[in-house]
């Protein structure tokens, strides 16, 4: 669990003149108001909402909303009232978490609510303030990390069944990458366990046979941009077992097929620099015909931007490399709480 001053230093880090006396208040608060109250894994239930805010410190956002994720179950679960919220931490949090307890209510009504109608009133919901959005999706992915603690397999495969038709599908409408792998992930490690435990056996098997594969390639990728005299930052991330097994699936193609288990990221400083090191990376390795999107010029409808192409690359592997700015990058992975993340990294206000 995250102690008090160690949730008020990661904020610091990013932003230096947040109001610390409102973040200490808040984690006293809520650590009072929740008591003795427990969740299922036998953790005090006050370490829930410390998780949620500790997860949004990683996207960095402000510090309304960290004190909000401390505050959002103490109006539904607590004594606590939304005047004594608005009292003591001022209209903006009682606002935000007035609208985070409006999301849990209509939660505990999706038995009896057709999903459909759920998802269009939380994107609704969504559009008030995004933070509100934000906050429960944390919320939301720190429950799916401690499912399994959850004894009824019904409740479980609820949540996990919810998680995936309306949390990850919201994750990836508002451009959070990250969150909807992770979120369709978990919810896939308790609808179907077989599959994704084959999944991930193949995933070890491929390691096994390409042990140092993953690095040896992005340093290819690096020198090859590097001598035709473009710096760029390359990294490869593994795709996580659903977003594999959706694919097969989807495609109705064997694991072995797949081209782009590996997904190669290479982040460069400018939007001219992208087509430049896209030109390289073409001139150097085969391209597989078919497998280009230019994102940047024709963004997604949720505001990704990256160039997309499969090539031949080095040690004659089928990969994916993407190609993008750093301001790209970090929409890539923080969706819309990239205009936090991105403009406190840069030092902006």
């Known amino acids: 669990m995250i102690r008090q001053y160690e949730l008020v230093e990661r904020v610091k880090t990013y932003d230096p003149k947040v109001d610390e006396d409102a973040l200490n208040r808040a984690y006293v608060?809520?650590?009072?108001?929740?008591?003795?109250?427990?969740?299922?894994?036998?953790?005090?239930?006050?370490?829930?909402?410390?998780?949620?805010?500790?997860?949004?410190?990683?996207?960095?956002?402000?510090?309304?909303?960290?004190?909000?994720?401390?505050?959002?179950?103490?109006?539904?679960?607590?004594?606590?009232?939304?005047?004594?919220?608005?009292?003591?931490?001022?209209?903006?949090?009682?606002?935000?978490?007035?609208?985070?307890?409006?999301?849990?209510?209509?939660?505990?009504?999706?038995?009896?609510?057709?999903?459909?109608?759920?998802?269009?009133?939380?994107?609704?919901?969504?559009s008030e303030d995004i933070r509100v959005l934000l906050v429960k999706l944390a919320d939301r992915l720190h429950n799916m990390r401690t499912l399994h603690y959850i004894k009824e397999d019904a409740k479980r495969r609820r949540i996990a069944r919810e998680t995936m038709d309306i949390y990850a599908p919201l994750a990836e409408r508002i451009g959070m990458q990250d969150m909807k792998d992770e979120l369709e992930d978990l919810a896939f490690d308790e609808l179907n366990p077989d599959a994704r435990a084959s999944v991930i056996t193949r995933l070890d098997f491929l390691r096994g046979e390409?042990?140092?594969?993953?690095?040896?390639?992005?340093?290819?990728?690096?020198?090859?941009l590097a001598d035709a005299g473009i710096e760029a930052k390359v990294m490869g991330r593994e795709k996580k077992p659903y977003s594999i097994w959706h694919k097969m699936e989807r495609k109705n193609i064997d694991f072995e097929q797949l081209s782009d288990i590996v997904a190669f990221r290479?982040?460069?400083?400018?939007?001219?620099?992208?087509?430049?090191?896209?030109?390289?990376?073409?001139?150097?390795?085969?391209?597989?015909?078919?497998?280009?999107?230019?994102?940047?010029s024709t963004p997604k409808p949720n505001g990704y931007r990256s160039i997309h192409t499969t090539v031949i690359g080095p040690e004659k592997q089928r990969i994916e490399v993407q190609i993008r700015t750093e301001e790209m990058h970090a929409f890539a992975d923080f969706g819309v709480a990239a205009h936090w993340h991105y403009k406190r990294r840069d030092g902006s206000p």
């Open 29 to 126: 608060f809520a650590m009072k108001a929740h008591g003795a109250q427990t969740r299922a894994s036998g953790d005090p239930y006050f370490s829930h909402p410390i998780e949620v805010a500790g997860i949004l410190t990683g996207m960095r956002l402000d510090g309304a909303t960290i004190v909000t994720a401390l505050l959002h179950d103490t109006i539904e679960d607590t004594d606590a009232t939304l005047d004594q919220l608005r009292a003591l931490f001022g209209d903006e949090v009682a606002r935000l978490v007035d609208g985070v307890t409006k999301l849990s209510r209509l939660e505990l009504q999706s038995d009896r609510t057709r999903q459909a109608e759920n998802f269009r009133k939380l994107v609704l919901a969504m």
């Open 210 to 224: 390409g042990e140092g594969l993953v690095p040896r390639i992005a340093a290819g990728l690096t020198k090859t």
């Open 266 to 296: 290479v982040v460069v400083d400018t939007m001219a620099r992208c087509y430049e090191a896209l030109g390289v990376v073409h001139g150097a390795y085969s391209m597989i015909p078919g497998r280009f999107k230019d994102y940047i």
